[in-house]
T-cell receptor
């Protein structure tokens, strides 16, 4: 079983739609959680961190359920520019050091006019 | 925000040659740098964790003699793919973690696309 699993996608949605991505992680020692965005043939870029209380950044809302080991990302009023691959990422502590990032396989989003 | 550069951005080489990729943190000191590999339609896979002044820690299944990592300063780590073969063709991405960042955010370089003929 993969440590971080995401909806396989792709998601094809019209502009203005609301779209939700789900992610589960298997390691309960995971400490911090992120959503990254990756455009084609580019490096991943941090979209937002995910906090237990849930957090929002404009049209983006992230939720974390530690008990269920579940993370979600909601995008409202989607734009053409939101088209990308969304990566669910978990930071796992290693030997009292900063830890390492474990990436999900990503969910591809395509927003159409 | 913190900037990480990689060089070269793209390299094409013949099978059997060695390729060196540089990763630099431009405006912060990075005690730890990470090297990832990404094959088409797959996610980033961590290859190794590079700590300044010490040996790199390799993930399971990654050959340390084939992927040589050097982290000689707080702003530079290098990855050398020795005797590259076509199956090593991939997108190699480094990231760096700020010395003073307790939240441990990683900043990614733009990646190096390696094609081995």
């Amino acid at each position: 079983r993969k440590e971080v699993e995401q909806d396989p996608g792709p998601f094809n949605v019209p502009e203005g739609a609301t779209v939700a991505f789900n992610c589960t992680y298997s390691n309960s020692a995971s400490q911090s959680f992120f959503w990254y965005r990756q455009d084609c043939r580019k490096e991943p870029k941090l979209l937002m961190s995910v906090y237990s209380s849930g957090n929002e950044d404009g049209r983006f809302t992230a939720q974390l359920n530690r008990a269920s080991q579940y993370i979600s990302l909601l995008i409202r009023d989607s734009k053409l520019s939101d088209s990308a691959t969304y990566l669910c990422v978990v930071n796992k502590r290693v030997n009292n050091q900063g830890g390492k990032l474990i990436f999900g396989q990503g969910t591809e989003l395509s927003v159409k006019p | 925000g913190a900037v990480v550069s990689q060089h070269p951005s793209r390299v094409i080489c013949k099978s059997g040659t060695s390729v060196k990729i540089e990763c630099r943190s431009l405006d912060f000191q990075a005690t730890t740098m990470f090297w990832y590999r990404q094959f088409p339609k797959q996610s980033l896979m961590l290859m190794a964790t590079s700590n300044e002044g010490s040996k790199a820690t390799y993930e399971q299944g990654v050959e340390k003699d084939k992927f040589l990592i050097n982290h000689a300063s707080l702003t530079l780590s290098t990855l050398t793919v020795t005797s590259a073969h076509p199956e090593d063709s991939s997108f190699y991405i480094c990231s760096a973690r700020d010395w003073g960042d307790s939240y441990n955010e990683q900043f990614f370089g733009p990646g190096t696309r390696l094609t081995v003929l």
